[in-house]
């Protein structure tokens, strides 16, 4: 139990880090900077893809998927809570 407490607490940080780091992307499009922008999106496309997973199967879970409405997941079903 303490794991998938300890689980929960990371995919809420690395929600938050992923949101970040398209604030940082909409920033460098607005400066310009389109080079950094893509370098900065496919690092967040990179972060979200390698440890945005389910903490029972382990399978990579939609970072649109809205855990607020729908708290399974949908490779094994089991409940995921935020």
């Known amino acids: ?3 998938f407490k300890e689980f929960r607490k990371n995919l809420i940080l690395i929600k938050r880090i992923s949101t970040i ?3 940082i992307d909409v920033l460098f499009i607005i ?3 389109i ?3 893509l370098t900065v999106a496919i690092i967040d496309l990179l972060f979200e ?3 945005y997973r ?3 199967c382990k399978n990579g879970l939609d970072p ?3 855990f607020d409405k729908d708290q399974y997941c949908p490779h094994c079903g ?3 809570e935020l």
């Open 49 to 51: 893809w390698k440890f």
């Open 1 to 3: 139990m303490k794991y």
């Open 78 to 80: 089991d409940k995921i």
């Open 35 to 37: 080079g950094i922008a």
């Open 54 to 56: 389910c903490p029972y």
């Open 64 to 66: 649109r998927q809205n």
């Open 31 to 33: 400066f310009g900077k």
């Open 21 to 23: 780091l398209i604030i």
